[in-house]
């Protein structure tokens, strides 16, 4: 077979035991040496511990799987394991392919490759066996290849070409939306101004609350996951557009989405899930040879994150390159179903990769020692995660066992603060946070005494610790009119900035809501079309122009203001004169002016957008607006002059294709985007956010939105309905082929499920402190306020409260593992 031939060429070089290299006996002694942080010292535990060297020293030939706990050194094994099959089976760092989940995460394997990778060569370069010099000559650690999927999948497609395939233009969120709208739902899905009936119809299997989408907005939001998985969960849409329900919807929207990729595909361009289905295509008909030719070894981090399409691409480079292929993983860690992350990619890993690739048997490995967290935070999280019976079968089987803790108790139990409102709560929490970061900390009781959670004695701040929460919207959505109302992330906010501390949640309000962007968005409109001349003669959605004419207002009332500079001219007369498009330099008026310049200029009247980290990310998101609308607007964020109706034209289009959308809600905060935070801000993020990341002292808010048990927000602890992902799953079971392995457990399980471990991520971010927060409702003994993050288990049992003796039930659950402060 082609296959066991070419894994003869492949692996013969990997297993060969050249006496060139260096000795596999020799590396980990060598790591020792070489790079500090593994250098043995009296009273620390050696470093990599014996699970991470079988995983370092496991056969590169033998396909790996690690099913690694929280904070037990995954990446830590994966540079090392890299660093391995550079080093001792002599692959070039160019070779091998490390690829995570997040940018992010990316950078720091970037990082960690470098730094050790230099310190490794340099040590054996001086210390190294002489038959190892000239392989050392050749390698260069910073041609590791490393990336999220989709950054390696855009690079190949870019510069791997052959001379027929152009190089395809990538295309953000809001601009493949935008095109969706216009070259696929138009005229097939929505028909001048209504949308489809029987299409709204099945749509609103899959909306938040059950309704169909009444507008466009709301058409493109729920019909966009459905296209992203047509291409994640490789649907096969002959199969979907037949199944006996929803007959006639199916068929337009297949009819649609084959619109929307035809235009993309004749334009050259890709959305996210695209480039990934193009990337596989060209691997699949050979002509990515020249990037499958060359790697030797694939390291893939986050594994149980892998969507179907992702795992078709990771295979499918395997069977082609024979390379060495390790993946890691933590299944009580998947958090992505909502883009098509299928937890049992991971679970079933090694029969998945035996049936694609028969005679390969990969093999299992657990990393379950903790190096992050102390015993008490371990042994919650531990509890946590066996909580509900129910949530077993879900897991890796067998499921890898309890996680060790490793670091040394700090004598504080988990923490616990619950007020009866969320203004008493913030007011609390921030006074907590001051004496840590500020005074000389909080004395709190632990099991062997009082301990005192204080800051770092060398260079510990607000930068040490974290508010985790579901979401960090500072307020909740204003509805049927109702005014909005401030969340803890705001109520927070409020309570420190009063004590002087500066918060970091970028991701807190939507970018039209912020005030100095309000500002400077009306400045940039009143500069386009003074006196919406032009905007009041178009057609746009009523939400748009409610909030562009909020933009305008906001800009007048600012520009009243006369901020500084007011010299060499203040911004009134800048906004004026551009309005009249009259120089105030004296040259002529340019016949294009790309937006974005204008934007620039004006952030001479914004301080907080240049210098603030918040207002540095919402700048980045404005920016990158107008340069993502270059990709697809018809006069590519110029605005003309001089160019007859061009000129009207170009205003309009901007205005529809950037400000428009801003106005909608249509373009987010990435959450990518991370300024250097100074030390002394306060960060809240979504767990989602959290992911891989740790942290001294980590806050979850588990109950500061439950004062009672409203049908709206049992979806976020107690779910009685399945979630509208796990409903599309279902949809969409017969024409994918992992549908059955999902249909294993109901809707309803895999609802619950995703709850559970977001919970278990958040839990398990922490190094010296967790603290929970939320309403004292939520601790009642009689309490109907059930929730996943609370220890409720899904048949309506609850571990925190056992059965009381006297004749009245306490007032607080009896069984709390929380010192409440
Ligand atoms: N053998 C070890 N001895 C001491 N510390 C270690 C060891 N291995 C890893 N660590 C440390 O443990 C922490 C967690 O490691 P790492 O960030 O690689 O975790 P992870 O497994 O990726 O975690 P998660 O899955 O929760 O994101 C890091 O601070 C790392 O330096």
Redesign the pocket.
């Known amino acids: 077979m082609c296959h066991n031939q070419d894994d003869f060429r492949a692996f013969a070089h990997l297993s060969r035991r050249s006496p060139a290299l260096l000795p596999i006996t020799d590396f980990i002694p060598a790591i020792r040496f070489a790079i500090p942080?593994?250098r043995p010292q009296p009273g620390?535990?050696?470093?990599?511990?014996a699970q991470?060297e079988a995983c370092i020293l496991h056969p590169p030939a033998t396909p790996l799987q690690i099913v690694?706990?929280?904070?037990?050194?995954?990446?830590?094994?994966?540079v090392l394991r890299a660093l391995r099959l550079v080093i001792v089976d002599g692959l070039l760092p160019e070779h091998v392919l490390l690829t995570t989940f997040t940018k992010k995460a990316a950078a720091?394997i970037r990082t960690r490759l470098i730094e050790w990778g230099l310190q490794l060569v340099g040590y054996l370069r001086q210390h190294g066996p002489s038959q190892l010099q000239p392989h050392l000559a050749q390698v260069d650690v910073n041609r590791f290849v490393t990336g999220t999927l989709d950054s390696l999948c855009e690079d190949a497609l870019r510069t791997l070409r052959v001379a027929t395939d152009p190089a395809p233009a990538l295309l953000e969120g809001f601009a493949a939306d935008a095109l969706m709208h216009r070259r696929g739902l138009t005229n097939t899905v929505y028909n001048t101004g209504t949308i489809d009936p029987a299409v709204a119809g099945y749509l609103a299997n899959f909306t938040f609350d059950g309704t169909a989408p009444g507008n466009v907005g709301e058409l493109i939001r729920s019909v966009r996951p459905i296209f992203d998985r047509f291409a994640h969960d490789i649907i096969d849409l002959p199969t979907f557009q037949t199944l006996p329900t929803h007959t006639g919807a199916r068929a337009l929207l297949v009819r649609g989405y084959g619109a929307y990729v035809q235009h993309l595909r004749d334009t050259n361009r890709l959305d996210f899930a695209l480039l990934e289905q193009a990337f596989l295509e060209r691997l699949r008909t050979g002509r990515l040879a020249r990037f499958t030719d060359v790697v030797r070894a694939i390291l893939v981090?986050?594994y149980q994150d892998t969507n179907l399409l992702q795992e078709s691409i990771y295979f499918e480079l395997f069977r082609r390159s024979n390379a060495s292929l390790s993946v890691?993983g933590?299944d009580d860690?998947s958090l992505y179903r909502f883009r098509g992350a299928t937890v049992e990619l991971f679970r079933d890993f090694r029969t998945r990769l035996a049936t694609v690739v028969p005679n390969v048997a990969a093999q299992r490995l657990d990393?379950i020692?903790?190096?992050?967290s102390t015993p008490e935070i371990v042994s919650f999280f531990n509890s946590f995660i066996v909580n509900d019976p129910d949530f077993s079968p879900a897991r890796v089987q067998p499921p890898k066992p309890a996680i060790q803790a490793?670091l040394p108790s700090n004598g504080a139990r988990v923490l616990g603060m619950f007020r009866s409102d969320v203004p008493t709560l913030a007011t609390h929490l921030a006074a907590f946070l001051h004496d840590v970061f500020r005074g000389n900390g909080r004395v709190v009781s632990g099991a062997m005494g009082p301990v005192t959670v204080a800051k770092a004695p060398q260079g510990g701040d607000f930068g040490d610790a974290v508010l985790l929460a579901h979401s960090v919207n500072e307020f909740t959505s204003g509805f049927m009119g109702s005014t909005p109302r401030a969340r803890l992330p705001h109520q927070l906010r409020r309570e420190l900035a009063s004590r002087n501390v500066g918060v970091f949640n970028p991701r807190g309000q939507a970018l039209r809501d912020i005030p100095v962007i309000q500002q400077l968005l009306g400045a940039m409109l009143e500069c386009l079309d003074p006196g919406s001349a032009l905007q009041s003669t178009m057609r746009l959605r009523g939400e748009a122009q409610q909030y562009l004419g909020s933009f305008r207002v906001a800009y007048t009332q600012y520009a009243g203001t006369n901020p500084p500079p007011v010299q060499p001219h203040d911004l009134s007369a800048f906004v004026m004169a551009w309005g009249r498009r009259q120089s105030q330099s004296g040259k002529p008026w340019p016949r294009e002016w790309p937006i974005l310049e204008l934007c620039f200029t004006l952030l001479a009247w914004f301080p907080s957008l240049r210098d603030d980290p918040e207002g540095q990310v919402h700048l980045e998101a404005v920016t990158r607006a107008i340069s993502q609308s270059a990709t697809f607007s018809p006069y590519r964020a110029l605005v003309l002059h001089g160019s007859g109706q061009h000129d009207r034209i170009s205003v309009e289009n901007a205005l529809r294709d950037i400000f428009a959308p801003i106005a909608e809600s249509s373009i987010d905060v990435d959450e990518e985007i991370m300024p250097s935070i100074p030390r002394d801000r306060f960060a809240m993020m979504t767990i989602h956010q959290a992911?891989?990341?740790?942290f001294p002292l980590v806050i979850v808010d588990v109950g500061s939105d439950f004062k009672t048990n409203h049908a709206k927000t049992r979806f976020r602890r107690f779910p009685d309905q399945p979630s509208n992902v796990t409903h599309l799953e279902d949809d969409l079971s017969q024409p994918c082929s992992v549908g059955t392995l999902r249909l294993q457990r109901t809707a309803l399980q895999r609802t619950f499920d995703d709850l559970i471990r977001l919970y278990y991520?958040a839990y398990?971010?922490p190094?010296s402190a967790l603290l929970l927060v939320g309403l004292d409702t939520c601790l009642q003994y009689s309490t109907s306020i059930r929730h996943t993050a609370t220890f409720w288990r899904a048949d309506g049992t609850w571990a925190w409260r056992t059965p009381y003796s006297g004749r009245r039930h306490p007032p607080q659950a009896n069984n709390i593992p929380l010192e409440l402060i």
């Open positions: 942080r593994f620390r535990l050696p470093a990599p511990d991470q690694a706990g929280p904070g037990s050194g995954k990446t830590t094994v994966l720091e981090d986050e890691v933590d860690q990393l020692a903790n190096y992050r490793h992911k891989g990341l740790e991520v398990s971010r190094q």
